[in-house]
T-cell receptor
């Protein structure tokens, strides 16, 4: 069965410093991996995804993620954190279902707190 | 704005009430989803509609009843809810593909409180 793990409930980083939010996955077959962000009282916003090709994926708001097949990881990164990046981040893997529909298996989420 | 709207944004209801949540997507997608987000739990997928046909029902209690009259609209009808049903209910849509790598677009959610 497909699964996603986010080992950190919270990540604290100072503004201007690089940030990493960790994600590991377990899938059968080729993984389709996603990162979403959720700001307070809002729905989830798509940041980036990995389908195939280059292991470094660039997304919205300066975020990027590195796909590492040998370590089954898909960590989210940003070279310089902003206070406005403080939010809840979800990693997800796609699971194909019948009728060509699919479901996203979400991790438990990691709260990022960027202090001024 | 993601192109997915949800109404109402906030709802307070008693356990004997009947209410409905509405979701509308303006993206031309052909799949829609209901999720439940509680404070202490990961996102829980409740229902999936693919081409207006319900294709997934993740053991959701019958007090939650979805309806998808067309590809742009999705409803969640609520009746005789319990306090533990209080949560943020999120709607999402996506375009189906044979491979499953299209991202889902989420609405802002309805914050439901059951008294």
């Amino acid at each position: 069965a497909q699964s996603v793990a986010q080992p950190e409930d919270q990540v604290n980083v100072a503004e201007g410093n690089p940030l990493t939010v960790k994600c590991t996955y377990s899938v059968s077959g080729n993984p389709y991996l996603f990162w979403y962000v959720q700001y307070p009282n809002r729905g989830l916003q798509f940041l980036l995804k990995y389908i195939t090709g280059d292991n470094l994926v660039k997304g919205s708001y300066g975020f990027e993620a590195e796909f590492n097949k040998s370590q089954t990881s898909f960590h989210l990164k940003k070279p310089s954190a902003l206070v406005s990046d403080s939010a809840l981040y979800f990693c997800a893997v796609s699971q194909l279902r019948r009728n060509s529909s699919y479901k996203l298996i979400f991790g438990s989420g990691t709260r990022l707190l960027v202090r001024p | 704005e993601t192109g997915v709207t949800q109404t109402p944004r906030h709802l307070v209801m008693g356990m004997t009430n009947k209410k409905s949540l509405k979701c509308e997507q303006h993206l031309g997608h052909n799949a829609m989803y209901w999720y439940k987000q509680s404070a202490k739990k990961p996102l829980e997928l409740m229902f999936v509609y693919s081409l207006e046909e319900r294709v997934e029902n993740n053991s959701v209690p019958s007090r939650f009843s979805p309806e998808c009259p067309n590809s742009s609209h999705l409803f969640l009808h609520l009746h005789t809810l319990q306090p533990e049903d209080s949560a943020l209910y999120l709607c999402a849509s996506s375009q189906l593909s044979g491979q499953g790598y299209n991202e889902q677009f989420f609405g802002p959610g309805t914050r439901l409180t059951v008294l």
